[in-house]
């Protein structure tokens, strides 16, 4: 194998350095609030802990779970996240498919209502008054609707689908297969990449929304995570201080505070690694044509 050259060997390195503390200063924040939510009530009021938990103290994660609205906001949170992902896809996919053929009649004024919609913003107001109007207020819909098509997920799937070989579509359409047909059972198994792509960008958008419910939401009972996440933040002296005694000398504020951001963002971590060869796949070859 041919010497690769001091220069680049010292190239290689440097990104190596660079990479490792890009993703030290991602990851350790993390895993300090996860060893707060981990450690001794008094070592978190010293404020000795940094990366790694003193005292392991599972107090304020049996507080967080023992709590109905937990639950509730839990319940919530996966359907929203769930119906909205499956429809959102749905209608990312079924819009992309058409826009991606240079034959498709009015393709290019729909393709510019979506750029325009990128870059230019009802406002809240007219959000909230068409919300209204449409009789969604303060239901689970007013948090689906919203997010329904994001267009830049739109432009990665149309993408994808300029670049499938049309070789393939042909054949089917010379053996009579309709256009959904060829889409369902020929173009779809080919683009699991761009569709778990298309998966993970929704539901994680759908998982920490949090603008949505707080303007259109006022039942407690269909409020999500996020906004329960919130509540718990703003609030855990006041919930502290309506314990027993021998709660309170258990729990600390920061730990609570701390248990309660990771039982809100755990459940999202454990999918992200099952799609994760695909995520990066789709997102590369969509973002190029060819």
Known sequence: MRDRGLGNRL?????????????????????????????DQAAVMAGKVTFYPLGLNMGAFEFVFGKSRFFDALQVTLFVTV???????????????????????????????????????????????????????????AMIIPLLVVPF???????????????????????????????????????????ATLGIFYAVGYWNNYFHPLIYINSVSLKPL??????????TEDVLAQQPEDVRLRLSPEG??????????????L??????????????VGSVKG
């Not at 996020?226 to 609030?235: F, R, T």
């Not at 609570?256 to 971590?269: K, N």
């Open 83 to 141: 119906i909205g992902t499956l429809l959102s896809m749905a209608i990312t996919i079924m819009a992309a498919y058409p826009l991606s053929k240079p034959e498709f009649r009015g393709r290019k004024p729909i393709l510019l209502l979506y750029v325009f919609s990128m870059l230019f913003y009802g406002g809240i107001i007219p959000g909230y008054i068409l919300m209204k109007g449409l009789g969604l207020l303060d239901t689970v819909w």
């Open 153 to 195: 997920n739109l432009f990665v799937c149309k993408t994808f689908f300029e670049g499938l070989p049309e070789s393939v579509e042909e054949s089917a359409k010379m053996d009579g297969a309709s256009n959904f047909r060829i889409l369902i059972s020929i173009v779809l198994p080919i683009s699991l990449p761009v569709v």
């Open 271 to 284: 999918v992200y690694p099952f799609l994760q060869k695909y995520f990066v796949h789709g997102l590369t």
């Open 256 to 269: 609570l505070r701390a248990a309660a951001v990771i039982a809100t963002v755990l459940p999202i971590l």
């Open 11 to 39: 190239f290689d390195a440097a990104n190596v350095i660079v990479l490792t503390v890009i993703g030290l200063i991602c990851l350790l924040p993390f895993l300090h609030v996860l060893a707060k939510s981990l450690s």
């Open 226 to 235: 996020q906004i329960y996440l919130q509540d718990v933040l703003s609030n």
